[in-house]
RNA sequence: GCGCCUGUAGCUCAGUGGAUUAGAGCAUCGGACUUCGGAUCCGAGUGUCGGGGGUUCGAGUCCCUCCAGGCGCGCCA
């Protein structure tokens, strides 16, 4: 991590500087706003009330303290700033080396080591279909299992499948009464989703329907066989389909534990809150009282006995303590359960649980307008099929103009693209906002998007290729000395990688480091447009090497989001 | 009615515990190298950072208030 490195060297000669200071806060590093100012920067500001000397004389004996400091060409103070001018040699020593010698691991700073986080994420509902609003829970929840485990920490994915409930009386009443063995067996989910369409509408006009649904529900609950086998069925067949999303998208899960696996314990957990003098009786429903933290309260049995989606969460939570002795628990969820997810720990911190403190919500906007003016879902599927087949065009014209030479899998190409495409659609941007689904925007191939990073990533694969330099060769980073501003943009953009890896996994926020890919591309690009490699003389081997460790960065970074890096396309 | 979230360029968005001149992409217009791939690069223009007040030497960022939009608020999950 060489900019964290060059921070460090900075704050010990400050601290070196002001020894009668405790702490030295860390908001006075910063960047200048200009890359013609500086690389690094220290304000005096944060030091002036604890000093109680005005900032522009902290900056002056700052500066003073830190001139000839190894590893940076020049210190300029401006006012209160001073600004820092890294030694571009020092810098490509750094970057260069580390890439070089820590290859996959480029990027990660370590962070997490003896921790435990759980991810929950993904989650869909079984008997319904995979639609594009379980995407943005798969896609996050996965690209934060990737970059927690890169840190450091010991990570456990669940996929909490939504296959418990109400809702699937009312698909086992309905099953009852029209099963169809091979419309079930031709395509169950769409079969499963359209019965239970059909009966939802039903049940509003007909009271039968909806009794029906809560006794079928009560007899899964209390393991009667002829709902259970049915359910198990259901339950198996919409997994298989899942799986062939999950594995188009590279995702896999430690476990899949849905609601139902908590079933069990349900009744114990009820006996927890009991003890604990926290059970009400309201109208036959039980009920913990929330009143005194402004929140209404929390419905853990129904009226006729079933359990909701409260009481299995709970009962989740204190499974999942129990296993895996979490220090941090991720629920990979919507927005609009956020007073669910409230409820759940105000719950637990009344039931004296310390460990309910590591839970977050890890929340995001939903997908607006994704509905087909029919009012129909749309599928994962499709819109994966559509990616695809739009860069496939993209990637056949750059076939035929000899940019992809040798033998390429055109199609796997297209589907790496498209898929780039729409996970980096989803992750590029903070995730609390909402997403209005916009075919073109998703499936944008220009500037800030999935392709973008992978075309600078191919273009490193290409001149390696030419130059067969597969291998980091000698080379003499003495040549930096004069290196120019794209050199040195590039060198700093490189450093800055597990710096934005680790803003995003301490806000949970896949986005910065999309943010910073964007940025170290961009530098890319700019660099090889004006910096020839491929028989540069003296300068060919260094500009090897640099091409190198930004193949290593990018590479890292497209991995841990879930987009594959391609050789050609 | 109450609660949570959001409001930054025409559009979609960045903007680290306040700090040097608010930035990208898309779209629009104009341009680029006979050498490593044009899914690229360069240039141009647009901002009451939703409105108003406050704290501060300094606020897009913190506090209050109002407005607009979204989402929630016991037997769906």
Known sequence: MPMRRFQEALLGQVRQTFPELAEIPEQILTVPPDPAMGDLCLQAFPLAKALRRPPQQIAEEIATGAAGLPGFSKVDQQGPYVNFFLDPVALAKAVLGEAAERGEAYGNPELGAGQTVVVDYSSPNIAKPFGIGHLRSTVIGAALYRLYRATGYRVVGINHLGDWGTQFGLLLAACEDEGDEAALEADPVEYCYRLYVDYSKRRDHDVTIADRARQWFKRLEAGDQAAVVLWTRIRELSLREFDQVYGRLGVSFDYVRGESYYNQRLEATLEVVREAGLLQEDAGALIVDLSDLDMPPGLLAKSDGASTYLLRDLAAAM?????????????????????????????????????????????????????????????????????????????????????????????????????????????????????????????????????????????????????????????DAGAFAQASEHDRALLVALANMSLAVERSVVDNAPHHLCQYLLELATMFSRWYTNHQVLGSGEWEAPRLAVVHAVRQALGNGLRLLGITPLERM
Request: proline share 2%; charged share 25%; glycine share 10%.
């Open 319 to 475: 499974s999942r303590a129990e296993d895996f002795s979490f220090d941090r628990c991720l629920y990979v969820i919507g927005s609009p359960q956020a007073l669910h997810m409230q409820q759940l720990r105000a719950v637990l911190a009344k039931l004296g649980c310390p460990w309910a403190e590591g839970m977050v919500h890890v929340n995001f906007g939903h997908i607006l307008g994704m509905k087909t003016r029919e009012g129909n879902l749309i599928f994962l599927n499709q819109v994966l099929d559509e990616a695809a087949q739009r860069s496939r065009a993209k990637v056949e014209e750059n076939q035929q103009r000899g940019w992809t030479e040798g033998d390429i899998d055109v199609l796997a190409i297209a589907e790496a693209v498209g898929l780039g495409a729409i996970i980096f659609n989803d992750l590029k941007q903070n995730r609390v906002h909402d997403i209005t689904f916009d075919w073109d925007r998703m499936l944008n191939f220009d500037g800030d998007s999935g392709p973008y990073l992978q075309y600078a990533y191919s273009r490193t694969g290409g001149i390696l290729r030419k130059g067969e330099c597969e291998v980091v060769a000698e080379y």
